[in-house]
């Protein structure tokens, strides 16, 4: 919707100030003196918008109590960098810690494994597969730079993984997550909470 109004600006030739969706950036849209059916259509999308900001206020609501329920979630939030949304999706997608037989299958269910080309005298490891859910992938991403920031244990390995590298960065933050991923799936399987020394 946002960008639908910035494209009938566009339209229009106005340049949009900034905070445009500040309370007084949209008092200046709906002062703005444009042709009548720019602005039924400038009404319609911010309606839209308005309703759409609602509707994602209240699923969060409902997400939130439903995860204060679960214990699931409430056992994943000790890990420093782990929110709610990280939690849910993860609990979510796995369901049953139990149906896997290894703490080390869940990169392959995450895509968070590298690729792998071999032939006889090759073996070739490439991006990661990027199979399964992609927003678990983005969440567990986000987690590990979160935990880095917040726990010294999540740090070390963190830099374990980039190995004093600068150029590993990337490579060192999936492999991050992937550990993250197991940690979360012991978790779930022994019902632990977080230790902080391990």
Not at 170 to 184: C, P
């Amino acid at each position: 919707m946002k960008n639908s109004i910035r494209a009938l600006l566009r339209e229009q030739a106005i340049k949009a100030p900034r905070g445009l969706w500040t309370k007084k950036g949209i008092l200046w849209l709906t002062q703005l003196d444009l042709p009548e059916t720019t602005r039924w259509r400038m009404y319609e999308h911010m309606v839209d918008s308005w309703l759409l900001k609602r509707r994602f206020s209240r699923f969060t609501r409902q997400l939130d109590q439903i995860a204060a329920r679960h214990p699931g979630v409430a056992l994943l939030r000790t890990i420093p960098g782990v929110g709610t949304r990280t939690a849910e999706a993860f609990v979510a997608w796995v369901d049953d810690a139990r149906r896997f037989a290894r703490t080390s299958q869940i990169g392959d269910y995450f895509g968070l494994v590298p690729r792998q080309d071999a032939s006889a005298r090759r073996n070739h490891l490439g991006h990661i597969t990027k199979d399964g859910p992609g927003c678990v992938r983005q969440l567990l991403v986000e987690a590990a730079w979160q935990g880095i920031r917040r726990s010294g244990v999540i740090r070390a390995k963190y830099e374990q993984f980039r190995r004093g590298d600068k150029e590993r960065t990337k490579k060192a933050i999936v492999a991050t997550a992937h550990w993250l991923a197991r940690v979360m799936l012991s978790m779930l399987r022994s019902g632990e909470v977080w230790r902080q020394a391990e």
